[in-house]
């Protein structure tokens, strides 16, 4: 019997136990016994409520930013994490165990026996060369960096070869990746929300409906996407039978809202649990400082950076005289203060405090009205200029706070910056094509390693493009890339500093600005709150749970 039949035996014969009413996704697609045995609303009293952004979709390999599906609907092969020291390590999850060949280019995977998807579809080896594979092919995919290492990936992509030559099935649970070059970071690579695993049939049956339509959109992990209302939320119920065990909640209510004082009022009333305080607005001063919440807030350090970036192949951002003189015109500290209440760090490179690689020796850019017109005038921009920075419209008050300070700072050297707050899929459209002259934006760690950063940024063209930075030099690229293959750790890091070095302090190729301290608040009947290493509460849902 084929893969294929013998997956839709078992989801036959589950159907068949579990009888009931559903709607398909696509022809051939089995649907989920969660999702769809509800025939009404479920009792959302002791579901888990939280306030999210709007996606436009959820598949996480078209997505850099909505990843709360990824994090909760789905699992990776490995996940990283904490130890009881406080290093970073690599937990097995849907890989029970790995080999890695003395070369360092063959990972022998060996799959968690057991697992389904939520449909009940058994998870295989063939599901995650399909992951892997749709991610170097789907023509709005973004996440390719996470598996552009295996051998065959650049052939893929460009169309010459129908599979992944670095990828070998060896049975439903054993599978082989070799890689193009050593890469030590791979593994951390493969536990970022991109890298999530599919089912096969189901998610090539959905086609553009993966990601938007919930009954299509089939993971393993602790939640079942059960319902998404456009303007409104989304409803994710409890996956009793996930592979780790049951969340601790019955499930998540999602709310879309966006107006801060309506924010304040329903947690106030006891309608959210848990509330990150970059959505409350001006109402987050209330909840840092009342007496009546300094017992339910929890703190914890941001592995990420704020940055604003400058896009090269754009006048006159394409003279570093000009990008120089924007890096010394901001008085980052004041940013910093101004907004979040020093709640951070000041940052002058790529890598934020917390990141493995982070250099605590990299020289400060310091703030100098005097060289920065110095510097303007030599680049014959002595009477200033004129350009226009891009707000993501769902960005926080306080980014777009940190960018009307930014404007009032650069006027004081002749700089004429005018604030455009654009539609996020216009934005982010332009951005991939390489359009935006300017933006502020925040990269949080996907894994903690330096490459999540420099070479998601700077390792090559469509990267640099991708991002709206437009990064010229060829060489500094070449040398990301070849740094990725150094065995030696403290080698590598040295690579990934010096390069550092250049690209923000030499070549003024981004304005780096801060990390955070990030703070929430829940309410009186949440347990459990805890953050994963980089900060984020969201992919630790699965242990909170409602006491009432």
Request: proline share 4%.
């Amino acid at each position: 019997m084929n893969r294929v039949a013998w997956k839709r035996t078992v989801v036959f014969a589950l159907l068949m136990v579990f009888t009931f009413t559903g709607t398909a996704c696509g022809s051939g697609a089995s649907n989920t016994l969660d999702q769809q045995s509800l025939s009404k609303e479920p009792d959302t009293s002791h579901f888990l409520v939280a306030v999210e952004d709007e996606p436009d979709t959820v598949d996480f390999q078209c997505t850099s930013i909505h990843y709360t599906i990824a994090q909760n609907v789905f699992n990776r092969l490995v996940e990283m994490e904490n130890d009881a020291n406080g290093d970073m390590v690599i937990l097995p999850s849907l890989a029970e165990s790995w080999e890695i060949s003395e070369n360092g280019v063959d990972y022998t995977f060996h799959l968690r026996e057991g697992v389904t998807f939520s449909n009940g579809s058994p998870l295989t080896a063939a599901d995650v060369q399909y992951t892997f594979e749709r991610m170097l092919t789907h023509p709005d995919a973004c996440n390719q960096d996470i598996v552009d290492i295996i051998a065959g990936a650049s052939a893929l992509e460009n169309g010459e070869t129908e599979h992944l030559e670095g990828f070998k099935v060896v049975d439903d649970l054993t599978f082989v990746i070799t890689l193009e070059q050593p890469f030590e970071a791979f593994l951390a690579c493969l536990s970022m929300p991109g890298a999530s695993i599919l089912d096969e049939e189901t998610t090539r049956d959905a086609g553009d409906d993966f990601g938007k339509k919930p009954e299509c959109t089939i993971g393993t992990g602790s939640f079942i996407l059960w319902k998404w209302t456009p303007g409104e939320g989304m409803l994710l119920t409890a996956n009793p039978r996930c592979w780790q065990g049951a969340p601790k909640c019955e499930g998540l209510d999602l709310r879309f809202l966006s107006d801060a004082s309506e924010i304040r009022r329903m947690f106030e009333d006891g309608e959210i649990d848990v509330l990150d305080l970059d959505e409350a607005g001006d109402s987050a001063e209330f909840f840092l400082h009342g007496e009546k919440y300094k017992d339910r807030l929890f703190k914890v350090q941001r592995i990420g950076i704020a940055y604003i970036a400058l896009n090269e192949s754009i006048a006159p951002l394409d003279d570093v005289r000009v990008r120089k003189a924007m890096q010394l015109a901001l008085d980052r500290p004041s940013l910093l203060a101004a907004v979040y209440g020093d709640n951070g760090y000041v940052e002058n490179g790529i890598f934020p405090h917390g990141l493995y690689g982070f250099n605590p020796d990299l020289p400060l850019i310091p703030h100098d009205n005097d060289t920065a017109k110095e510097l303007l005038n030599e680049a014959g921009y002595s009477d200033g200029f004129d350009f226009t920075v891009s707000i993501n419209s769902s960005s926080t008050r306080w980014e777009l706070s940190v960018m009307k300070l930014a404007v009032s700072m650069w006027a004081k050297v002749g700089i004429r910056a005018h604030i455009d707050v654009i539609d996020e899929s216009d934005f982010i459209s332009q951005r991939k094509n390489g359009e935006l002259a300017c933006y502020t934006a925040q990269w949080m760690a996907d894994f903690n390693d330096p490459d999540n950063f420099i070479y998601t940024f700077f390792g090559n063209e469509h990267n640099t493009k991708y991002r709206s930075l437009c990064y010229p030099d060829a060489g500094i690229m070449e040398r990301v890339q070849n740094a990725r293959a150094i065995s030696d750790r403290d080698k590598r890091v040295n690579e990934y500093q010096e390069l550092e070095r250049i690209i923000i302090q030499d070549d003024a190729a981004w304005i780096p600005l801060y990390s955070r301290q990030r703070y929430y608040v829940t309410s009186e009947r949440l347990e459990g709150i805890q953050a994963s290493w980089n900060g984020s509460v969201k992919n630790k849902y699965r242990e909170m749970s409602i006491k009432y």
